[in-house]
């Protein structure tokens, strides 16, 4: 195979020592991606999400992604955009949560999140609510409370918030405010709930019927983005107490 493969008179692809690297039009050498993993190409779904992932990974450098828009037998085809900025903030301040705890395994679930936001939506969802969990063990451990493997999210989402005085009663009534604080802080360790049980109906980890009709991206960015929005919370409120000791 020649170092230099050509896909058009105005793009060439060079492939040598396993690099890649174009010289042409960005929109042209995204096509070609696309047209790498379109389902006449690659026999299995699987191989196709592992070769977008990794074309992912460097195209968001320049905001672009590859994203799928329908399936044919099965098997997805897929298009390019500008990469959605909102989902990718979110893994960023995950990150930072996770350096913060000293929480590997969340590092883990935060790049599998980064991977499936836009090509596995039900993947992204059940991997948030994952993240949420680990969290919440994470600083349970770290507080000395004890748990068991057989409380769920809600119950590990109550013992934190008791544990870390999630909803403060230090807010008196006087307080401008009070009653919109605490309903929002209340809210926030209800949006766990709403999320194991978004899970259970379109996330991974059980089975479907064959008529069953996942959600889309832009549903598990909202996910995303509300798992993200509580253990950011969690960890600031946990940072503080350590800090006060309180």
């Known amino acids: 195979m020649d170092a230099y493969a050509p896909r058009s008179e105005y793009c060439w692809v060079d492939v040598d020592n396993g690099s890649l690297t174009v010289d042409g039009p960005a929109e042209t050498f995204l096509r070609f991606l696309c047209e790498v993993v379109h389902p006449i190409v690659r026999s299995t779904r699987e191989e196709s999400i592992k070769l977008v992932s990794m074309f992912n990974e460097q195209l968001r450098r320049a905001d672009w992604d590859i994203y799928e828009i329908e399936r044919i037998a ?28 000293d929480a590997g395994w969340m590092a883990k679930e935060i790049e599998r999140l980064e991977h499936a936001v836009e090509l596995d939506p039900a993947l992204a969802i059940g991997t948030a609510k994952e993240l949420v969990e680990t969290c919440c063990k994470t600083i349970l451990t770290k507080r000395g409370v004890a748990f068991t493997k057989s409380e ?36 926030l360790t209800q949006l766990t709930n709403n999320l194991a049980q978004l899970r259970g109906l379109y996330g991974t980890g059980h089975g479907r019927d064959g008529q069953h009709r996942g959600l889309q991206p832009r549903h598990a960015r909202l996910a995303v983005a509300s798992a993200v929005a509580f253990i950011d919370f969690v960890a600031d409120t946990y940072r503080y107490r350590e800090g006060t000791n309180r």
């Not at 099965?74 to 500008?82: A, C, I, M, S, V």
């Not at 909102?86 to 913060?100: E, P």
Request: glycine letters at 6%; hydrophobic letters at 35%; aromatic letters at 4%.
């Open 74 to 101: 099965g098997r997805p085809r897929y298009d390019f955009r500008r990469a959605a900025h909102t989902s990718r903030r979110a893994v960023t301040r995950a990150r930072t949560v996770a350096d913060a705890l």
């Open 152 to 187: 769920d999210l809600g119950d590990l989402t109550k013992k934190v918030a008791k544990e870390l005085r999630l909803v403060p009663e230090g807010i008196t009534d006087e307080t401008k405010g009070a009653d919109n604080i605490r309903l929002i802080l209340r809210n």
